[in-house]
């Protein structure tokens, strides 16, 4: 299971073989292909939120509504819950988007509402959050393509050792040469 806090579609692989993103069939008969149960804000229907029966609801809502102002002001000002939040929740929240929000509690609830309002107030902290999501959703593209680039060697490597694959066919699938693969992923000391 896997629980996606994104404020952006979802747009991993969903299961082992489209980690490894190749189509030789003979790679793939050896890699179970396990696919993943994604819950991600942005794919939840706004009617399906009710059937969440804790916080999470309200964080996943909030998420999926920020990017939209017009959307969030009608989400803080007409849903009763984000004017008595948890603050834990709120915390949450502001962990989660980077907002930097000051929760003020009274009679153990938090007004998300007045929150934004004082969040928004301020030109400047709109500006950096927007540079700082510009700059997430870089980043998290940039760290996803690296990671899946890591594993799948680390698969390919795993093959190589128990004589699955050749050395030369472990490259050809990495789509590097020989002496590439070898250098990039350390096998030259398990060759000796």
């Given at each position: 299971?896997?629980?996606?806090?994104?404020?952006?579609?979802?747009?991993?692989?969903?299961?082992?073989?489209?980690?490894?993103?190749?189509?030789?069939?003979?790679?793939?008969?050896?890699?179970?292909?396990?696919?993943?149960?994604?819950?991600?804000?942005?794919?939840v229907p706004d009617e399906d939120f009710e059937k969440f029966r804790t916080d999470l609801r309200d964080v996943m809502q909030f998420i999926k509504a920020s990017n939209d102002q017009e959307k969030m002001e009608r989400l803080t000002t007409d849903n009763?819950?984000?004017?008595?939040?948890?603050?834990?929740?709120?915390?949450?929240?502001?962990?989660?988007?980077?907002?930097?929000?000051?929760?003020?509690?009274?009679?153990?609830?938090?007004?998300?509402?007045?929150?934004?309002?004082?969040?928004?107030?301020?030109?400047?902290?709109?500006?950096?959050?927007?540079?700082?999501?510009?700059?997430?959703?870089?980043?998290?593209?940039?760290?996803?393509?690296?990671?899946?680039?890591?594993?799948?060697?680390?698969?390919?490597?795993?093959?190589?050792?128990?004589?699955?694959?050749?050395?030369?066919?472990?490259?050809?699938?990495?789509?590097?040469?020989?002496?590439?693969?070898?250098?990039?992923?350390?096998?030259?000391?398990?060759?000796?």
């Open positions: 299971m896997v629980l996606y806090f994104g404020a952006s579609e979802w747009d991993g692989p969903m299961s082992i073989h489209e980690m490894l993103n190749t189509q030789n069939q003979r790679l793939l008969d050896f890699v179970p292909d396990y696919r993943i149960n994604l819950i991600a804000p942005m794919q009763e819950r984000f004017q008595q939040m948890t603050p834990d929740a709120a915390e949450l929240i502001n962990l989660l988007t980077d907002s930097k929000m000051h929760l003020t509690v009274k009679e153990g609830t938090v007004n998300m509402c007045l929150a934004i309002q004082q969040m928004m107030e301020s030109s400047k902290a709109a500006g950096v959050l927007e540079g700082r999501a510009e700059g997430k959703a870089e980043g998290r593209v940039e760290g996803k393509a690296e990671g899946i680039a890591e594993g799948r060697l680390e698969v390919l490597v795993s093959l190589w050792k128990k004589n699955r694959l050749t050395l030369q066919e472990a490259a050809e699938e990495a789509e590097m040469t020989v002496d590439e693969f070898v250098n990039k992923t350390g096998v030259k000391s398990l060759m000796n």
